[in-house]
């Protein structure tokens, strides 16, 4: 007898439906499985005999075929033992055949027959949501994972057993509740906040800029002056996601195979060890994997220590920083994974962190200091729109009773959240949403800028020596700082403050 599951397969994170064709007849024991299965999908055979058994129903002596269909895409994972299983009860007439065609059906097992999770369930939901599948059973953990995508109705199954039972009618799984996007959304304190950074208002000016227009920003001072600190301050005052960003960090998380309890809805921080390697942080591997800027897509990347990475690692973010996306090709997977993080670096000037210090003296020679900041390159120089120094924090900044108190981390999101919806409502039709992300031409339109500001503009770069991508990041923090202000106007102050981020490059890179 011939049965037919839906299932669903990937390739990256673009999912597709499939068609798992189980066929029993009369013949020598043996079960073949075709359509361009890996070695995962073929051991699935000896998972499925073993867990049918354990699970009391009984594994057909016959001869056995099944058929992945399309057949011309390789299938990988073990996420199609539940189809297959059930594939195998339907045609040996132990399940109905006709609502097992009804239903979606995804999931790996274990030898006593329980569920286990599938990697990159939500692009695969998705993926038959658009095909039209209305319905799915699925392991409980991807389940809670797919909650809150609307139009289709998600079972969760803990064990073969309970599923079978489900197609038999014999006993009911209620569908999961949809969960709206607002009801799950969290206002959670931040990891780090900003009132529990002392003193640097100038690194703390540029940080609530950097959040305001989405601009990459390197913090570069002695040891122990805070820039890791301050780093891991940003999310906090980041704009919360939306319901399509959360969507795609999902997704790509699960793909990467995160477990996750549900959709994400805080903005992911990756912040990967310098001995990382290049395929690590961008991608790739056998399969194709997404990488740490994949994984901080629509949040953070932080580069803590930069000099101490590879000089190849560095090297090749400089086309993700400018595209968006990174292009992930192997001999047997082509992969287009989303790229747009905001990217923060810290760094000490030199070997012992002290060089350009007020307070303490520098140990290192010209030659090691310049070494040492030869390591970053100026094309990735170029494309790191703010450079902050800092020092170390004085001691009256931190016990003097006269000081005003630290602003919080809220107070801050507060204010980058309104900056942020001044730029959705101006680019609202452009298919960006923040000012770093402006194209070069639309430079001239979205910064209207004074005679004052060209003029500023004119000197800062025979000064600074900017190349035409550093006098766009100009323009593009000076159209931040203005929408802080609250000016519709880019003035000659703004376009001051904005070149004061690229020439800290001078003192250091000459």
């Given at each position: ?36 299965p ?33 057949a ?112 799950i ?8 906040d ?21 601009h ?8 122990g ?81 930069l ?16 595209d ?20 923060i ?27 040492y ?32 108190a ?105």
């Open positions: 007898m011939l049965a037919k599951a839906l299932s669903c397969g990937r390739q990256g994170i673009e999912g597709y439906t499939m068609r798992v064709e189980v066929d029993v007849r009369d013949g020598l024991p043996e079960v073949d499985v075709v359509g361009l890996d070695a995962a999908v073929r051991e699935s055979r000896e998972r499925v005999r073993t867990a049918l058994r354990n699970s009391g129903f009984t594994f057909p002596a016959a001869q056995i075929t099944i058929n992945l269909t399309p011309e895409i390789k299938k990988e994972g073990p996420w199609y033992d539940l189809p297959i299983a059930l594939g195998i009860l339907a045609a040996s007439r132990q399940a109905p055949a006709d609502r097992l065609q009804q239903l979606l059906t995804l999931g790996t097992l274990s030898l006593d027959g329980s569920l286990g999770p599938v990697q990159g369930a939500l692009p695969m939901l998705l993926a038959a949501r658009a095909q039209g599948v209305r319905a799915a059973l699925l392991p409980e953990q991807n389940a809670r994972e797919c909650a809150a995508l609307s139009g289709i109705a998600l079972y969760p199954a803990q064990t073969l057993k309970q599923a079978a039972a489900f197609l038999r009618g014999e006993e009911e799984i209620a569908p999961l509740p949809h969960l709206r996007y607002a009801d959304v969290e206002d959670v304190r931040p990891e780090v900003l009132s529990s950074l002392r003193g640097q208002l100038a690194a703390r000016r540029a940080l609530e800029i950097a959040a305001s227009g989405g990459n920003l390197l913090l570069i001072g002695t040891a002056s805070g820039k890791t600190m301050l780093a891991r301050c940003l999310p906090g005052i980041l704009p919360r996601m939306t319901e399509q960003e959360a969507l795609e960090t999902t997704v790509i998380h699960s793909v990467a195979g995160d477990v996750q309890s549900g959709l994400l809805t805080r903005r992911p921080f990756s912040a990967p060890h310098h001995t990382t390697s290049a395929v690590a942080l961008i991608g790739g591997g056998r399969a194709a994997a997404p990488g740490e800027i994949s994984k901080a897509h629509n949040g953070v990347l932080f580069l803590d220590e000099p101490e990475f590879p000089r190849q690692v560095l090297e090749a973010l400089r086309q993700p920083m400018e968006g996306v990174v292009t992930i090709s192997r001999i047997n997977a082509r992969c287009v994974y989303p790229a747009r993080f905001q990217l670096c810290a760094m000490n000037p030199c070997p012992c962190g002290n060089y350009g210090s007020r307070t303490r003296a520098c140990r290192c020679t010209p030659h090691e200091v310049q070494r900041l030869s390591r970053i390159s100026g094309p990735l120089l170029d494309r790191i729109d703010m450079v902050v120094e800092m020092d170390a924090v004085e001691p009256d900044e931190v016990f003097s009773r006269e000081a005003p630290a602003e919080d981390s809220a107070s801050v999101r507060a204010r980058v959240e309104r900056v942020r919806a001044l730029q959705n409502e101006r680019y609202k039709n452009e298919g960006f949403f923040c000012n770093a992300r402006l194209p070069a031409n639309r430079l001239e339109a979205a910064c209207d800028l004074t005679k004052e500001a060209r003029e500023t503009l004119a000197l800062c770069m025979k000064r600074l020596q900017l190349s035409m991508r550093g006098y766009a990041r100009v323009l593009r923090i000076a159209r931040t700082i203005a929408d802080m202000a609250g000016e519709a106007r880019v003035s000659a102050e703004h376009i001051a403050e904005a070149a004061s981020y690229r020439g800290t490059n001078e003192k250091y890179w000459k």
